[in-house]
């Protein structure tokens, strides 16, 4: 097992950065890439950004390229997510997830871990 706990999460006003972290521990010599979604209120669970374990590789929602930035700190088993530019759009509780694949990282349904999630919420 995977445990995952994100953290760094808040209140911030548009235009404003915040960075999340999420700590993986457990078994994570299993974990081949990481991932970030955020879902909103009434929304669908969405895909914000996800990495190689190794960090050699990104991806980005399109709406997030230019703003947001995934990293990992290997040595701490914790990857991040900085945040810019922040819009009140982006309000919405931010989930990390492993998964134990490099494929289809944009679904959900593509990680086998989940973390229980932070709150974002970005005032105009």
């Known amino acids: 097992q995977v445990q995952l706990v994100e953290s760094g999460g808040g209140l911030v006003q548009a235009g404003g950065s915040l960075r999340l972290s999420c700590a993986a521990s457990?078994?994570?010599?299993?974990?081949?890439?990481m991932g970030w979604f955020r879902q909103a209120p009434g929304k669908e669970r969405e895909f914000v950004a996800a990495i190689s374990w190794s960090g050699g590789n990104t991806f980005y929602a399109d709406s997030m390229k230019g703003r947001f930035t995934i990293s990992t700190d290997n040595a701490k088993n914790t990857v991040y997510l900085q945040m810019n530019s922040l819009k009140p759009d982006d309000t919405a509780v931010y989930y990390c997830?492993?998964?134990?694949?490099?494929?289809?990282?944009?679904?959900?349904?593509?990680?086998?871990?989940w973390g229980r999630g932070t709150q974002v919420t970005v005032s105009s």
């Open positions: 457990g078994r994570t010599f299993n974990i081949d890439a």
């Open positions: 997830a492993a998964s134990r694949s490099t494929l289809r990282l944009t679904y959900p349904t593509s990680y086998a871990y």
